[in-house]
């Protein structure tokens, strides 16, 4: 069985179109274009060129001993995603749907952000290429990374702060979807992860899927093996499925998800969407969600933004449903902690996103013993969160000047 | 022929177009929702969109938007909707349709759903999220009630798009005036016209307009072409500024616009 191959519409039971008339004509163009520019030698020569000299890529991998003396001794190895361009994976995604964006003579982009890292990466493309952009943001989630506002507002993005709904990642997402309806001619949705109404998904996995095909070759290189375990955090899922796709057909290698408990599961405040909903439709697709008996979607917390939506991608529900992958919650807490470990274990912060998967990898690794290998999406750097670690750990001088 | 189709084909036999009002469920309060849409019955309105108050309601522009989330804080509940499309086809001759995003009927059972709206007087649903082609369940489920489906058809509709919406659609098919979301607009787009002719090209025998419809003009402007004019967000914004009696009153307005010559008649169809 190849599990690689997947294009959607659907995974499995999960995936489709669950959007209205007016979008499908240009849902089928996209399919269509990005069909054609995958097949386009062309196109692949100017975003390898791109990923290669404005991000970085490849990223290094970078084992970490003092960090896993905490996990049970296992071997753990970060992919540095943090180190790309503009500080996580999600340029990777941006870049190839920019260049769709010009492939298809659109002039305008508008984007979706929870944490912030999609929009930074949106309004650095749309400045790279010269495409007019907007960023539309939760207002909760405008005070909270209030830095990468001004980091959008900065490279020429308009931010638009959303005020209906919860007034996080879900309601910016609804908003990019009434401008898109309306501004369908002119302009391009870049869409941030792999969620979303076809070819979204699997458009996204496409050109996220590099880090796990680098990874994998890297840690073969340094280990001699495939890893026993790969992990990543999953919010709405795209950096997890970049990981885990080049080793989905590995049968030996165990992927491992893990989502925000927020204040724990068995509250009402976290965004466990694989662990603790149940199917349903939410932005044009048909996948896991935190919803009601009525079907009205429920609000989703965690103290990372990113991590703050309660859905996720269609592929991971269908990967779930046939325990290709297992998810698993991590609390905000467990989270900090994590965040805090590998600063002053090895020199590295986290995005407090991505310090999920390594309080996740922490009792992984226990469980695994010493022999094990672990491969650890590390999605982003934690720049952005410095406020928030800041107010968590107390870190900032009473009295101290706060911008 | 089906509950809205008749309705249509009264409206059409009598010289006249349709007037399709929309107002959400449980705005401002429930028993206010309630007699608005009794009361735009009353004043002209032939089929009432009742409009299920959803999280995530990707279709509707601000002031839709604003009702819906009011009407949720204010502890809608599915189950309210039975009980709104019972009371008001109790106390008025208008067909009601529901007006429902597709989340919320499958939580639901669509099949339960269904059920329940033919025992509560419902005519059916127009269901703005949900593309024929994702709609094999409600497509059967209604099948067997008989209970009319409404799917869209946009400007943007392909040629083949547009004959599959008229094949699976049942009542009528609902023509988007604009490419966007709800909300009333000044000028009602021309692509609503060619749109209209090409579903009656399709095969369609009833295509109603809406987005964007809020004055006695417009109405008899769509109606020189189409076979219903829908207006949404115009009635709400007078609903929220001026009460029951305001609502009715627009209505009555509105009506006014529904009555064509036979000149007019002629030239359209």
Known sequence: MTLKNSTGPYFGDFGGRYVPESLIATLDDLTREWEDAKADPAFHRELDALLRDYVGRPTAITEVPRFAEHAGGARIILKREDLTHTGSHKINNVLGQALLTKRVGKTRVIAETGAGQHGVATATAAALFGLDCVIYMGEVDTERQALNVARMRLLGAEVIPVTTGSRTLKDAINEAMRDWVTNVGTTNYIFGTVAGPHPFPSMVRDLQKVIGEEARDQVISLTGRLPDAVTACVGGGSNAMGIFHAFLDDADVALYGFEAAGEGVDTPRHAATITKGRPGMLHGARSFLLQDDDGQTTESHSISAGLDYPGVGPEHAWLASIERARYRPVTDAAAMEALRLLSRTEGIIPAIESAHALAGTIELGRELGPDAVVLVSLSGRGDKDMETAGTYFNLIDEGAEQS | ?269
């Open chain 2, 1 to 269: 022929m089906t509950g809205v189709a008749e309705t249509l084909r009264a409206r059409r036999e009598a010289g006249e177009g349709a007037l399709i009002g929309y107002l959400p469920i449980g705005f401002p309060t429930f028993d206010e929702s309630i007699d608005a849409a009794v009361g735009i019955a009353q004043s002209g309105v032939d089929i009432i969109e009742l409009g299920v108050p959803y999280s995530d309601p990707v279709m509707d522009g601000l002031v839709i938007q604003a009702a819906t989330q009011r009407a949720l804080a204010e502890g809608f509940r599915l189950s309210h909707a039975f009980e709104a499309v019972r009371r008001i086809t109790a106390e008025c001759d208008a067909d009601v349709l529901l007006m429902t995003y597709w989340n919320p009927v499958v939580q639901y059972g669509v099949e339960r759903f269904a059920d329940d709206l033919i025992d509560a007087g419902g005519a059916g649903l127009i269901t703005p999220d949900l593309v024929p082609d994702e709609g094999a369940e409600w497509i059967a489920a209604s099948a067997r009630t008989g209970l009319d489906r409404v799917f869209l058809a946009a400007p943007s509709s392909s040629d083949d798009r547009l004959a599959q919406a008229v094949e699976t659609s049942r009542g009528f098919v609902y023509a988007v005036s604009t490419m966007g979301i709800t909300g009333a607009r000044t000028d009602i787009d021309t692509a609503a016209r060619s749109l209209v002719s090409r579903l009656r090209d399709a095969g369609a025998e009833n295509a109603c307009v809406g987005l964007g419809i809020s004055t006695p003009e417009q109405v008899r402007e769509v109606l020189e072409y189409a076979d219903g004019a829908i207006v949404g967000s115009a009635l709400v914004k007078a609903l929220a500024d001026g009460g029951v009696p305001a609502v009715g009153e627009l209505a009555a307005q509105l009506a006014t616009g529904t009555t064509r010559t036979r000149h007019d008649l002629k030239g359209s169809r």
